[in-house]
Each structure stands twice: as structure tokens, then as C-alpha cells.
């Protein structure tokens, strides 16, 4: 097959703007979930803070809440009054990382409501009032990296178990 310069460039030209074409239309692999934006609002609601899947600038206001569709990389709900039952709005986050409930009313009825967290990294538990019961149930998120732990009542015994139920995590206490 003998192709003359002009028939390839043509060729090449098409096919960059095929690729072009489906890059825009699929997103070039943006980030997106549906519950991003009702998450948001409500750690917005309770004065704590979100940052999406591409960018280290946290959502503060509802005005700074991305029009186009986004995903939640980081809530900071650091002493937020918050209910056990308020978790099930944070709990279908696919790509959350980081949840920090650092000084909240969380008990045992609210961490078994955060489960479809599959990209979960660090969970800063402490001065709440989990236990070991559902503390010893993490090992669901199996890429949790960090947890802390400082000011709760968990035992030795069962962050030893963590850590090498966890692969190595680092367990704070």
C-alpha cells in the first residue's frame, strides 16, 4: 500500500480529531460521582470543609460548589456537630481519601454507617467515642493507611490487630 504525503496527513489529521473528539466527550478522565454535590453542601452546612478529586483548594462555600460534575477527594468535619445517622450522607464517596471526624459526637452507630469507601487512605477518629467493636471492623477499607486514634478508649490489643490486619498501616494513639 503506497500512501502519498498528503493522503497520511489527511489520515493523521482525522484521526487526531477522532481522539480529540472522545477525549472532550468522555471528560479526559475526570473524576465524577453523583453524591459529590449533596455531600458537599451538607459538610458545608455543618462549617467543615471539602476538597475535590483534582485540586488542593478546599470547597468553603456553597458559591465555590463546581457547576460540572466533580468528586470528593477530603472532608474536614473537625468538631463539627454532627448524628451518628448524619454519616449515611458521606458513606457512597468512591473516591473520598481522607475523612477526618476529629472531635465529633461519633460513636459506634455512625462509624458502621461509613462503608462504601473504597479509596479511604486516613480516618482521624480521635477524641470520639468509637470502640473496639467497630474500630476492629476497618479492615474493610483495605487501603487505610493512617488512623487516629488519640483521646478514644481502644485498646492495645485491638490497634496491634489493626496494623497487621491493615498490612502496616500506621495506627495513632
Keep these: ?38 455531600a458537599t453542601e451538607f459538610v458545608l452546612k455543618l462549617g467543615g470543609k471539602v476538597v475535590p478529586v483534582h485540586s488542593d483548594l478546599p470547597i468553603e462555600t456553597a458559591a465555590d460548589i463546581p457547576e460540572s460534575g466533580f468528586a470528593v477527594r477530603e472532608i474536614d468535619l473537625t468538631n463539627a456537630k454532627l448524628k451518628n445517622i448524619d454519616l449515611q450522607k458521606l458513606s457512597d464517596l468512591p473516591y473520598l481519601e481522607t475523612l477526618n471526624l476529629h472531635g465529633t459526637n461519633l460513636t459506634d452507630k455512625g462509624l458502621v454507617l461509613i462503608q462504601d469507601l473504597p479509596r479511604l487512605k486516613s480516618l482521624e477518629l480521635s477524641y470520639t467515642r468509637v470502640s473496639d467493636d467497630e474500630v476492629s471492623k476497618l479492615t474493610r477499607f483495605p487501603k487505610l493507611k493512617k488512623l487516629f486514634l488519640y483521646g478514644t478508649v481502644i485498646k492495645p490489643q485491638t490497634i496491634d490487630d489493626l496494623k497487621s490486619n491493615l498490612g502496616g498501616a500506621t495506627v495513632y494513639k
Design 1 to 38: 500500500m503506497n500512501w502519498s504525503q498528503e493522503t497520511f496527513t489527511s489520515k493523521l489529521v482525522w484521526g487526531l480529531a477522532f481522539s480529540l473528539t472522545i477525549l472532550f466527550v468522555t471528560g479526559c478522565g475526570n473524576k465524577t460521582d453523583s453524591n459529590s454535590k449533596a
